[in-house]
């Protein structure tokens, strides 16, 4: 029985007017100036781009791109995305980036160095949220689930559905600064010849305004790894958003790993037009 190495890595959609992201992007939630109506709907598009070697010693790069449709009315927040995949890997890692908890896996008794391109659908989320009447905070809890469309032939994905479950609290103290924080619990498929467990992530950073329709934000996450096989990852992120007028949105991602488990870098850029 071949075991895995699992790092959980969300599907970069900064743009999704949802508090729904796992903890280790809750900060781009947080660039996203939210829409002052009571009902809205989103279109959105994003690249995302990260390589490393997840303490394993072989090189992963991978480049996702994704499009999708979000929906609020009142507190509820409803989102479908889905990605297409290009990736560079060893030939026995199985890269799953299109769901809320995307997860390299990596065969413990796999010593593989020769890389294959590879590319195709990614795995499809469906995500749905409820914000919270708390006064003087912004909070939500909400939950997610991945569908298996990605190939499991190529690799691409597990071929197993996927569970989430995330709690986020910011609270503004003030002159434009939100520190924030997020919680969240992955229930991962079991899938074939594959040993994985739950996994449990946290973030918590500080959302600066920097101008009208613009902020930044800085975050620390940490995502526990679903294998013994691979350290859990910590990592340091920094996400820009800029609202261009009412009904359209950029935001921008990167981030740094601080430990063996993480990807080395990540880069992201999305953009959102409201209707």
Same mark, same amino acid.
């Given at each position: 029985m071949r075991k895995s190495l699992i790092t959980a890595v969300f599907l970069a959609a900064a743009m999704l007017p949802i508090a729904l992201q796992p903890a280790a992007h809750a900060q781009e939630l947080e660039t996203r100036p939210s829409a002052p109506d009571d009902q809205a709907t989103e279109v959105f598009a994003g690249v995302d781009y990260q390589q490393g070697d997840y303490g394993a010693?072989?090189? &992963?790069?991978?480049m996702s791109t994704s499009v999708g449709v979000a929906a609020r009315t009142g507190r509820v927040r409803l989102a479908a995305a889905v990605p297409y995949l290009r990736t560079t890997a060893p030939v026995d890692v199985v890269v799953s980036q299109g769901g809320v908890f995307g997860?390299?896996?990596?065969?413990?008794?796999?010593?593989?160095? &020769? #890389?294959? $391109? $590879?590319?195709g659908l990614g795995d499809a989320t469906l995500q *749905?949220?409820?914000?919270?009447?708390? *006064?003087? %905070? *912004?909070? !939500?809890l909400g939950g997610g689930l991945k569908l298996p469309t990605a190939s499991r032939a190529k690799g691409l994905g597990t071929g197993k559905v996927d569970y989430a479950v995330n709690a986020q609290l910011a609270h503004p103290l003030g002159n434009g600064v939100t520190p924030f924080a997020s &919680?969240?619990? !992955?229930?991962?498929?079991?899938? +074939? +010849? %594959?040993?994985v467990r739950n996994t449990l992530s946290a973030t918590a950073g500080t959302r600066a305004a920097l101008s009208a329709g613009t902020s930044a934000a800085l975050s620390y996450s940490y995502e526990q790894s679903a294998s013994q096989n691979l350290a859990d990852r910590q990592s340091i992120g920094l996400g820009l958003g800029v609202a261009?007028? $009412?009904?359209? =949105?950029?935001?921008?991602?990167?981030? *740094?790993?601080?430990? #063996?488990?993480?990807? +080395?870098?990540?880069?992201?850029? =999305?953009?959102?037009?409201? %209707?």
């Open positions: 010693g072989a090189k &992963v790069e991978t997860t390299p896996l990596l065969a413990d008794d796999g010593n593989q160095t &020769v #890389r294959t $391109r $590879r590319e *749905a949220a409820y914000d919270l009447p708390v *006064a003087g %905070f *912004a909070a !939500s &919680v969240g619990y !992955s229930i991962l498929g079991k899938p +074939d +010849d %594959f040993t261009l007028g $009412r009904k359209l =949105q950029l935001g921008f991602q990167g981030e *740094a790993g601080l430990s #063996r488990g993480a990807p +080395d870098m990540k880069l992201g850029l =999305q953009i959102g037009a409201g %209707f």
